[in-house]
């Protein structure tokens, strides 16, 4: 939806996107000058596949002093993006037919990883009743001897949702009795929280470590998505087979990055503090206008920077051009096409009817397209 609303721009229509997953904000100017810093000093040529030293120290006291978690530096890799960590942890462990659970609404890359390493995606819808969080019970009853991984993203892309610790307490009950299953905890919008506290499953649950591959990374935190620069940690033989992996394609992210990053895990992130502050009244502008409107409805999320609405109220509904609402794509581009808002269809993320709207725009972005949303919907008969 972005490429096709970037198209329409290109063309000179005027398009409002908020399909995008990635903060407005530029990366912190102490952050940029790290950057800088490492091209100007030679710190250009290739690193150890895991990452240079000073970082992995880095994020072995970030692990320890943010979410009480004790890893030795060779428990830690670095990858290009969070993105990349996952797949190379999905790649390094999974046989064909394994299979990985994942609950739905899910970020569109984890089926796709899955099935390009070979396993089996088990797709485990969450309810938006139940705040779209994956139950005990559901998990217990998707578990098999091929299970191998339980993919777990709080806060959640798409929906917002975040995992309170005796969620995840309750989870790992379930797990416990499951030797075989592993958790991948997708930690990457960890800072942006709203009122709420973040937890992780091997903070939760500290007998399960072993068994948990922490995910994170500077994208979403430090406004650095282009950067590119993630990490895991993990049990030193699954960090051992992902950096073999790693040793075989990238080599590494880039040097630079890789120095950037320290100055935004180990330096001032006051700058954090501002992003929530803003994203937060831009989230409570979105929700309440979107209520407004005509067969939407959703609810208010507790992190990331994403609404997802429930729009089963316009489907089935005829637009002035006379052609019927089927499904959430549908309005998508009936939104797209007619009132020139990019937003992505649910069914991009394992669930439908909805959109997802990225409040990761300007307010004055926001307020454009809350009004034409509303006007789509108004038009429909
Ligand atoms: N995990 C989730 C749930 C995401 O939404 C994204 C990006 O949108 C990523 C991982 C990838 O992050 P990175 O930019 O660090 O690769």
Redesign the pocket.
Known sequence: MTAAAAALKEKGVDVVTLSQ??PDFDTPEAVQNAGIAAIKSGRTRYTPVAGVKPLREAIREKLLRDNGLAYDIDQITVG?????V?FNALFASLDPGDEVIIPTPC?V?YPDMVRLAGGEPVLVECHEHFGFKLKPQDLEAAITPRTKWLML?SP??PTGAVYSISDLAALAKVLREHKQVHVLA?D??EKLVYGVRFATMAEAAPDLIDRVLT?N????SSAM?GW???YGAGPRDLIKAMNTIEGQTSSHTSSISQYAAIEAIAGNQDYVGAFVTEFEKRRDFVVGRINEAEGLKCRTPDGAFYVFVNCAGVIGKVTPQGKVIENDMDFALHLLDQFGVAVVPGSGFMASPYIRISYAAAIKDLQQACGRILAACEALS
């Not at 290009?80 to 990349?84: H, I």
């Not at 990374?217 to 979403?220: F, Y």
């Open positions: 997953g990635e290009c993006g969070a993105k990349q996952v970020w890359s993203n959640n892309n997708d990457i919008y995910v990374g500077v994208s979403k998505t590119r620069l993630g």
